[in-house]
T-cell receptor, first 116, second 118 residues
Framework: AQSVTQLGSHVSVSEGALVLLRCNYSSSVPPYLFWYVQYPNQGLQLLLKYTTGATLVKGINGFEAEFKKSETSFHLTKPSAHMSDAAEYFCAVSYAGGTSYGKLTFGQGTILTVHP | NAGVTQTPKFRVLKTGQSMTLLCAQDMNHEYMYWYRQDPGMGLRLIHYSVGEGTTAKGEVPDGYNVSRLKKQNFLLGLESAAPSQTSVYFC?????????????????FGDGTRLSIL
């Protein structure tokens, strides 16, 4: 069984400040990890993903995340927040093989607010 | 390129009524999924399909039925709507066989259907 925990349902930062959104996962098999962003009244868009290889992955809009197996974490960061980053962010986990079929288990979501 | 299209976008039902939500994708994807999104709970998988004519239960399937008669369409039905089914419903698709293993391919989401049950 897999689960995802996002620490902090709301995160508020100032424009230009570091963005850090935390995600921890639980999985009995090697995980595939994803971050999605949801803008108001829209569907989810993929920000970045980790499947295999390099543990630091870069995504769109200047975001990146690092897979740390020892800490079972996949935190999302951006060096300098922009007003347009205000949205809800979801961490999700999947795995390869068996009856996975790409099914995702999502965290509860973190709403990011960016102040001028 | 439309991607994943959901209809309708909004709907209000009375308790006990039935309705069908339609999802259509134009990416020739093999897999399709229905999720519901509730505040503070993320997205939860209702049903999914790994190919035309096949469906399977997800995490929260009770009260819902699905059908995939054509590869590009995935229907979600509520036979007797209940207030607990008030939610935002998202359809997603993934896995283009030509592009490689499904595990490397992300899901593509529609814009959602906002459903209220009174």
């Amino acid at each position: 069984a897999q689960s995802v925990t996002q620490l902090g349902s709301h995160v508020s930062v100032s424009e230009g400040a570091l963005v850090l959104l935390r995600c921890n996962y639980s999985s009995s098999v090697p995980p595939y990890l994803f971050w999605y962003v949801q803008y108001p009244n829209q569907g989810l868009q993929l920000l970045l993903k980790y499947t295999t290889g390099a543990t630091l992955v870069k995504g769109i809009n200047g975001f990146e995340a690092e897979f740390k197996k020892s800490e079972t974490s996949f935190h999302l960061t951006k060096p300098s927040a922009h007003m347009s980053d205000a949205a809800e962010y979801f961490c999700a986990v999947s795995y390869a093989g068996g009856t996975s079929y790409g099914k995702l288990t999502f965290g509860q979501g973190t709403i990011l607010t960016v102040h001028p | 390129n439309a991607g994943v299209t959901q209809t309708p976008k909004f709907r209000v039902l009375k308790t006990g009524q039935s309705m069908t939500l339609l999802c259509a994708q134009d990416m020739n994807h093999e897999y399709m999924y229905w999720y519901r999104q509730d505040p503070g709970m993320g997205l939860r998988l209702i049903h999914y399909s790994v190919g035309e004519g096949t469906t399977a239960k997800g995490e929260v399937p009770d009260g819902y039925n699905v059908s995939r008669l054509k590869k590009q369409n995935f229907l979600l039905g509520l036979e007797s709507a209940a207030p607990s089914q008030t939610s935002v419903y998202f359809c997603a698709s993934s896995y283009d066989r030509i592009a490689g293993p499904y595990s490397n391919q992300p899901q593509h989401f529609g814009d959602g259907t906002r459903l209220s049950i009174l």
